[in-house]
């Protein structure tokens, strides 16, 4: 049988193509140019500089990427002045293997470029995750609700935040929004090899990390632990090769970070609010959290995906109840649960989209309101900012929890068929 043969284009279809390509070039290039005007006149970007400036050092400056001279540096940038109590120390606590990646940001010398090209990257990413989540929920909303959630991912206080600081959470929230696909489609070496990038920032996603792993030994799902040993060894092989003795600054990295006081945790909002049980009710809350994941985590570990898939949305959003401190911006992985409670409130009651567009425009304005109405003490606003966002996602899950994990037997059952694939 005769190979089949392709498709030759006319001239006008050839012309359609270069001026689309064209036009992609020069939005591409738009963007990246805004960018970098943007970083050049915005403050703070720490979270971004630190990775940055420790690659320019070890390839360029001959300096040590854990020391205090890329801290310092970093801190000057952001704060103006060494860091006080209170403030990132910015020391760097990224694994050797894990810092490759930022290698090729390190070649460009310009702290803004750099930055623009990563600021612009993160807004892809941004809406990347914002599609991914939707995604996992197998529901393909109407236009106007759709636009709506890229507006809300892409210019909510959280995700501007993440922008800001230039914060790894967007791509750390992207990649558990894949990994959850990936099981679900069982492409299980390409989850282990998401796994692998995923054992860091474990203020973020530990919790989740060991979840998927509970759920995939439980599972026997051996190649994903396949994918993760060889990606995690390939990495490791090729930072040993780059630097053989890493592990020891990284390790003193760690412990300076981990030593400093700074961002939130459920406990210091709680003395903040309450200086005398402050204490022992964060306490309280902890041993609560860690009771209801462990309940729900031996339910998921053998389920189906449906109910596995409201539980690590359920881990993402008590992971900042915990009591491990993190950071404001870190609360964009959320959106993955978001999506999950918008998509089920949809599915299941006829009024769903008036229920589920008035929560995404409260979750939208309340964050800002908060923060630019000016009527609360800073404290006592960025408590508020910290708390709320992880509170209502726990009770819309458990609000969601019943339809979530008992899906409808048959397509009639649902709202609308179109919408569901």
Known sequence: MSAMKLKKLSAREISILVLAGLLAIAALATLIAANVSLAQTLGRGGEFLLPWKAARAFLFENTEPYGGAVANFVQQKVYGHSARLGDEPYFLDLPFYLLLPYFSFGWVQDASLARGLHLALSEIGLLALAFSSLRLTDWQPRRPFMIAFILFAGLGFYSLLALLEGAPVIFMGLTYAVLLLALRAELDELAGALLAISFSHWEIGGLFIFLVVLRVYYQKRWRVFFGFFVYTLLLVVLSFF???????????????????EYGFSAGAVFIHLWPGIG??????????????????WVKARASDFRRFYWTACLTLAATPLIGVRTELENLVVLLIPLAFIFAIARERWQAGYWLSGALLAALFALPWILFLGGFLAPQLRDDLLFLSLPVVTVIGLYWIRWWAIRPPQTWTERVTRSEYR
């Open 242 to 260: 780059a630097r053989a003795d890493w592990i020891f600054p990284f390790v003193v990295g760690w412990l300076a970070n981990l030593r400093a």
């Open 279 to 296: 204490s022992r009710l964060g306490w309280a809350l902890t041993g609560l959290v860690v009771i209801v994941l462990g309940f729900e």
